[in-house]
């Protein structure tokens, strides 16, 4: 322990460097925030240096029915084709749910990927595919094995802007039920899970709690970060001198910078945009997180991920989306289209997916609800993706009349995150050794897809 009167020990009066060090420290992880801006003193490789889009993942915790959202069925026997009615889009001949008029409107914006499979149906097996390109963890070891690409990106391009994190998670960062889960580091290290923003943007009260200043200390007393970093020199010979050397200064000016400098706490700071627009998105903490991500992409955040739980309706499908995907609607239109209008949508890649989708036939329900639903179907599943310079208006694969399984052009889980990497310059034959020691390439077997590269310029 040391104190800022520059002796080490337990004794002294004034705030210890684990008091400060708790204003930053991400979540339930306990990495703080010099932690995570120590990542980027670990490079990566990249082939290209004009490519920078940032990241927004809607991840749809328990697994979305692809007949209900992004995918209907409307010829289909009403089985089939469930208890919800399809509507036509900005593109012509292409529908999707009828509760979702806003993302109809958008969609000549992005493109759906209807033949996305991994033919897994374990909750945890495939959320992790879905966000490391990999399989591995079950319902019986669902210990995370590899590393999400969100913190693969932020392991190999590092922050984007000083004074702000690489990758943020909110309102509550978690897959499957586990906190950060498989959105996190794996063998890379804490440095590289999501700075965890966990609470509800949608309350007046909601601060990001880990850019909150310790118990008593003002802003005042860490104005002068120079005179803080002066006494952290003095006292140096006492605290972990092999571990943190000569980077010391670095990384915690730089965490001083995020815990009192005004880019960070501005950012999370939702106060500043217009009540109407708060409204567009939706008063609720799916539609102020939305919000939230566009303002942290706009101040310098790299990857958002925004973890919307609620997918996994085994029965009384229609009460559920009709409780959810109004809301969804509102928060991914209006976020598509408020970046769009900002002339951030080019350099933003927008992304909704979740772990698997749901059987084409409906169910008889479950014994306490025996009203129909879905169950796990990881034999296809829809994804959308927006911006980024993807051409959007199209469609890409598609699912057979039943929605049950691809029907032409297959895509995998490791496709669509090569095809991130590839668009931001990242080498998919970058490797990353596990924690045996034996390397591990980031892009999995992925394959760029075509139709999202076609038209992204490779200079």
């Known amino acids: ?162 004074g702000m994190p690489p990758y943020v998670g909110l309102p509550n960062t978690h897959s499957v039920g586990l906190p950060i889960g498989y959105h996190g580091a794996a063998y890379l290290g804490r440095s590289f899970d999501p700075f965890n923003a966990d609470g509800d943007p949608n309350n007046d009260a909601y601060r990001a709690t880990n850019l909150e200043l310790p118990p008593g200390v003002d802003p005042g007393r860490l104005g002068s970060r120079k005179d803080l970093l002066e006494r952290f020199d003095a006292a140096r010979a006492g605290i972990e001198r092999a571990n943190l050397g000569g980077e010391l200064d670095r990384f915690q000016s730089a965490a001083l910078e995020m815990i009192s400098g005004p880019e960070a706490r501005a950012a999370f700071d939702l106060s500043r945009e217009p009540a109407g627009l708060r409204d567009r998105y939706g008063r609720h903490t799916w539609g102020q997180s939305a919000l939230l991500a566009r303002r942290l992409v706009e101040a310098g955040v790299r990857f958002v991920t925004l973890t919307f739980g609620g997918w996994d309706w085994h029965a009384s499908i229609e009460k559920g989306m009709h409780n959810v995907l109004p809301v969804l609607d509102a928060a991914v239109a209006t976020l598509i289209q408020d970046l769009d209008q900002r002339g951030l949508l080019e350099s933003t890649i927008v992304m909704v997916m979740g772990e698997f989708g749901r059987t084409p036939r409906l169910n008889n329900g479950l014994p306490q609800d025996p009203i129909p639903g879905r169950d796990h179907n990881g034999r296809v599943m829809s994804v959308l993706m927006a911006g980024g310079g993807f051409p959007g208006g199209q469609v890409i694969g598609s699912s057979d009349p039943r929605g049950g399984s691809p029907a032409d052009r297959p895509v995998r889980p490791q496709d669509i995150i090569a095809t991130i990497y590839d668009r931001l310059g990242i080498d998919l034959e970058t490797t990353f050794q596990d924690k045996t020691g034996r390397p591990i390439t980031v892009g999995s077997t992925g394959l760029v897809i075509p139709e999202l590269s076609g038209n992204v310029s490779t200079a």
């Open 1 to 162: 322990m040391l104190n800022l009167s520059g002796s080490a020990g337990f004794a002294g009066v004034g705030m210890t460097r684990r008091t400060l060090l708790r204003a930053g420290t991400l979540g339930l992880s306990g990495l703080t925030l010099a932690d995570l801006l120590r990542a980027r003193s670990h490079g990566g490789v990249t082939r290209r240096g004009a490519d920078d889009p940032s990241v927004i993942l809607v991840w749809l915790d328990g697994g979305p029915p692809q007949h209900e959202t992004y995918d209907p069925k409307p010829d289909a026997a009403a089985e089939v084709r469930g208890p919800i009615g399809s509507i036509p889009t900005a593109v012509p001949g292409v529908r999707i749910s009828e509760l979702l008029p806003r993302h109809a409107a958008i969609l000549d914006k992005a493109a759906l990927l209807r033949s996305v499979h991994h033919d897994n149906d374990d909750h945890f097996t495939a959320a992790h595919w879905m966000l490391t390109g990999y399989g591995g963890p079950n319902g019986i070891n669902t210990t995370p094995i590899n590393p999400s690409f969100g913190s693969i990106i932020s392991r190999v391009k590092g922050t984007k802007r000083p």
